[in-house]
């Protein structure tokens, strides 16, 4: 089932490069701070906006060779797993990377679920029930488990892989935040992975469901520090509408974070879709090209000047 958003949740918008206009004002220096001005001067690094199967469809066609991402707070793999794969396969690109959170996997049921030409990954709690992330990818990538950035544990919950097989290293990750941890602790576990990442310089996309409502970040002092944490390694959100909504509530907490330098480029967004009590994100990045199987058949030949 799709269904299209209210216009209330199209008007709630989270920019990250909004300026504090109060301060500009009454600073006398204003004119004389470069990155005042340069942020100033732009707006959210990507614009995402909500898309139906036919709306998606219409639009990513010419992104079909870009590397593309999917993520979806699933809220269980077996109770909604045969969806999902029905959904997806009603949509025109095959995404490189599909990312689930809130999996429910157990020891047991961790290998019983998969879609063909995927591979799959998957960290689930041991005791306690429900959390878990998974993270599936097309065969025709190949990747290494990322064990030193991967942690999980009672604040964090976190999956990562790098993808080898480009012609630049890709690290992907998915992050489940369980809700009533606390934010501080689970920025402290972030700021490790952080740190390793931005040692490498290499391209990373983390995926999510952080129960962290960007909307609110100017209200809510941790969460505040959430996004300084990730826009201090140059991390920036690729969605900025709300991921999930009920008949009171806005929120967004899922997100596509990334710190490529291309990132207003993105094609980004939100799918309709009541899979589950999140709506799933989705990206592809233009400047990353995947070479698909009917492709490497028949290749172009071009010259480069």
Same mark, same amino acid.
């Given at each position: 089932?799709?269904?299209?958003?209210?216009?209330?949740?199209?008007?709630?918008?989270?920019?990250?490069?909004?300026?504090?206009?109060?301060?500009?004002?009454?600073?006398?220096?204003?004119?004389?701070?470069?990155?005042?001005?340069?942020?100033?001067? /732009?707006?959210?690094?990507?614009?995402?906006?909500?898309?139906?199967?036919?709306?998606?469809?219409?639009?990513?066609?010419?992104?079909?060779?870009?590397?593309?991402?999917?993520?979806?707070?699933?809220?269980?793999?077996?109770?909604?797993?045969?969806?999902?794969?029905?959904?997806?396969?009603?949509?025109?690109?095959?995404?490189?990377? /599909?990312?689930?959170?809130? #999996?429910?996997?157990?020891?047991?049921?961790?290998?019983?679920?998969?879609? +063909?030409?995927?591979?799959?990954?998957?960290?689930?709690?041991?005791? =306690?029930?429900?959390?878990?992330?998974?993270?599936?990818?097309?065969?025709?990538?190949?990747?290494?488990?990322?064990?030193?950035?991967?942690?999980?544990?009672?604040?964090?919950?976190?999956?990562?892989?790098?993808?080898?097989?480009?012609?630049? =290293?890709?690290?992907?990750?998915?992050?489940?935040?369980?809700?009533?941890?606390?934010?501080?602790?689970?920025?402290?576990?972030? #700021?490790?992975?952080?740190?390793?990442?931005?040692?490498? =310089?290499? /391209?990373?996309?983390?995926?999510?469901?952080?129960?962290?409502?960007?909307?609110?970040?100017?209200?809510?002092?941790?969460?505040?520090?959430?996004?300084?944490?990730?826009?201090?390694?140059?991390?920036?959100?690729?969605?900025?509408?709300?991921?999930?909504?009920?008949?009171?509530?806005?929120?967004?907490?899922?997100?596509?974070?990334?710190?490529?330098?291309?990132?207003?480029?993105?094609?980004?967004?939100?799918?309709?879709?009541?899979?589950?009590?999140?709506?799933?994100?989705?990206?592809?990045?233009?400047?990353?090209?995947?070479?698909?199987?009917?492709?490497?058949?028949? +290749? /172009?030949?071009?010259?480069?000047?």
């Amino acid at each position: 089932m799709t269904f299209e958003p209210s216009l209330s949740l199209n008007s709630r918008v989270f920019d990250s490069f909004e300026p504090n206009f109060d301060d500009l004002i009454s600073n006398p220096l204003r004119g004389a701070d470069p990155d005042t001005n340069f942020f100033a001067c /732009i707006q959210s690094p990507c614009e995402s906006n909500y898309f139906s199967e036919n709306s998606f469809n219409a639009l990513c066609g010419p992104h079909s060779n870009d590397l593309s991402l999917f993520h979806l707070n699933i809220r269980s793999i077996p109770a909604n797993f045969s969806s999902l794969s029905l959904y997806l396969s009603s949509l025109k690109v095959d995404f490189d990377v /599909i990312a689930l959170s809130e #999996t429910w996997l157990r020891e047991h049921t961790a290998d019983a679920f998969g879609l +063909p030409c995927y591979k799959m990954e998957s960290r689930y709690r041991e005791i =306690r029930t429900g959390g878990g992330v998974s993270i599936l990818i097309k065969e025709s990538l190949k990747y290494i488990v990322r064990n030193d950035l991967t942690l999980f544990n009672d604040t964090i919950e976190s999956l990562f892989i790098e993808v080898v097989s480009l012609h630049k =290293r890709v690290i992907i990750a998915v992050i489940y935040r369980p809700p009533g941890t606390d934010i501080r602790d689970f920025n402290d576990s972030l #700021t490790e992975v952080l740190d390793i990442i931005k040692r490498e =310089r290499k /391209i990373c996309y983390i995926m999510g469901d952080f129960n962290i409502d960007l909307l609110k970040s100017n209200q809510h002092i941790p969460s505040s520090e959430f996004c300084e944490l990730l826009f201090s390694h140059s991390f920036f959100p690729l969605i900025s509408k709300p991921t999930r909504a009920t008949f009171e509530t806005a929120t967004l907490i899922d997100n596509i974070f990334s710190n490529a330098c291309n990132f207003q480029q993105h094609l980004s967004g939100i799918l309709c879709t009541d899979i589950s009590d999140h709506f799933p994100v989705f990206a592809f990045n233009p400047s990353i090209r995947i070479c698909r199987e009917s492709q490497t058949q028949n +290749p /172009i030949l071009r010259r480069s000047y």
